[in-house]
């Protein structure tokens, strides 16, 4: 077995091995393990013991900030409350100052009353109840031996526990699944009680014994708890469901929320009523002796335990789901199955779950229930990118002040009370959030404040430049303080002006100037000892350096040409200082040319560029296809936000075009991926990619499919690549909802331009 060792985080400890109901559905009693025949009645004093000082040596030796005991049996309210009271003493002693410790009993309720729930909350013990649905459901299996219903016995435990004195240990409901009830009774009567949290389990089977299934459908279960699905939908989800929960979640690149789906490795541990340390308790449904260890409290810890083979077969990912699993696209979600249920003798665990095809009914079900809901509107629609990004911009600028923590004294309480103002007053604030430097300005000012930087005030503190050029741009406004350095004052997305006289661009030339917009597009700057300047749109001005402009004719969209912001080195390849007039007038030329082959050939791309892109950054060589660290500065290549290119000029027309389209591709996926997951980052898988000899990981098998769809048009032999990258990408298990629409699209996207 390889890979580190997972420490154990739940414990279930078995406090007595006898219950007071004869459920024929129960894994401990009815199945294939007898062993609680030879187990003693109750927990013993030394057995408590030594548990605890296993839990808190565990914890303390992985350092886990918290742990959750489970009090479990049998029926754990058998103990009496004396044995419990003694069982959370232990713990909680031995945990404090260790770990925090999380303590709950799952109970089938008969016992419950407020002896025990005093008890309970004297140590935060929350419950868990076993029901099974309405009275006919839960009478079906949950009965005392003589046949007795045990249905009002448990409502009564419910009711107590809603009382407001005891709501706050309320756990939940735990459901076992019964195709034969009928499902929507069974959720209503479950709903109709409020619990905090509804678990619905599977009956334990595997392919030894099979789970009942009365009308013959492989898909029964499925079938039952999509019918339960659209009840709990349709009313609004007003209560947890978990196993729903864990589905949605892994559709949409999370983690599994149950032990019974995903691909999480198991960190569960059962300590029995005599101390001996087992794997998890659904194993005696496979066979005597399955959950065995062969350890116990008393002579080992824990991580002999955790060492096991029979665990560390359960911590493996994708490694220990069988071969059919792997290649499967919904493996991410179901995860195989709980590990109980692919048993089969002579072949082990290493098989599909006997629940295999409900597994995939109901994860595709889901999804296809609720795709259009769980994919982000950036996905499909080109302006919800736009103004997502900004909406990026927005929350790092509210997270660079509460990083500040104080630290920019009034010049930032300022700044941030302006901020507040202007977005108060609608769209003035879009064009500096829309500026793709802004998110790279505001990346590396988090940075430095969170490693402490020397210069990280005064990075937060550029606030006011951005906050000075979006009044200019609006033509009103008052005066704004704006600190400049070396003698330079930047203000993004218009230029830089030179403060001062011939000792301006020296270290020591900083301070603070007052920029005034004054009405027409121009602006008046003020700064200590020094005459004011005025500089006005189209008027040369001593000492200013305006961000050019290129195209905005014969179809070309304007875009600024900016070879000035301090923060557009982001993108690999190191940027061109200042451009002569002659080589901007030559970008301008190209672009025209360029933009008018795009509409000739890729039209659609083309307008939706023309609507996205605000900046081109001149570079000295070309940028690399893939991610690393710009060469001149120590910033994540591609940290901007979305609108920007950084292309160096090539010398044809046609070959800027071809930069134009691939870097638009580029900037789009990249501002894609910061706002929605396109599929799971988990590790697990590479694919097979048509333009390189080694398998790669789904992400960049995606991102290789998604620019060579985008020069289609262009690049024959890349299209053919492009859509065998999209069949290897039907069957990727990361690829979440939304990304399995982006591969709709593209498959769209490619046929159309084979039309073309």
Known sequence: MTGPLVPFREIVLKVHSRCDLACDHCYIYEHADQSWRTRPKAISDEAISWTALRLAEHAKNHALPSVSVILHGGEPLLAGPARLRRVCEELTTALDGVAELDLRIHTNGLQLSPRYLDLFTEFDVRVGISLDGDRTANDRHRRFADGRTSHPLVLRAVDLLREARYRHLYLGLLCTVDVANDPVAVYDALAEL????????LPHATWDEPPARPDGSPTAYADWLLTVFDRWDERGRPVPVRLFESVLSTLTGGPSLTESLGLAPTDLVVVET???????????????????????VFSHPFDEVAAHPGVRARQLGLSSVSETCRTCPVVRSCGGGLYTHRYRTGNGFDDTSVYCADLEALIRGVERRTADRLVPPSVTEPGALLADGQD???????????????????????AWELTVDLEGSGDLLDTVWGHPYTRTWLEDALAALREDRPDAVALALRLPAYLAAALIGAGSGAAIPVPYERGLLRLPVLGELTVGGPGAGHPGESGVALVRPTGDGGFRVTAEGREPLAVRPGEDTPGWRPVRTVGGRDGTPLLRLDDLDPYRDCFGAPVRDRLGTAEAALWDERLTGAWALLRATAPAQAAEAADSLTTLTPLAAPAPPGCGRSSTRERPVGGHGYGALGIALPPTSRELAVELLRGFRRTKLNALLQVSDLYAQDGHWRHPAPWRDEEVPVSELLAGAWERTGLAAFDPQGAIQARRALDTLEGAAEL?????????????????AGRG
Not at 194 to 201: K, N, Q, S, T, V
Not at 742 to 750: F, G, I, K, M, N
């Open 274 to 296: 005599d101390g001996a340390l087992e794997q998890v308790d659904s194993l005696k449904s496979a066979y005597e002796g399955a959950a065995a260890t062969g350890f116990d």
């Open 194 to 201: 409020e619990p905090p949290r509804i678990d619905f389990l």
């Open 392 to 414: 990026v911009t927005r929350l790092l600028t509210a997270a660079l002040g509460r990083e500040l923590d104080g630290r920019g004294g009034r010049a930032w309480e300022d």
């Open 736 to 752: 979440t909802v939304a990304g399995r629409r982006l591969l709709y699209s593209l498959r769209r996207e490619l046929d159309g």
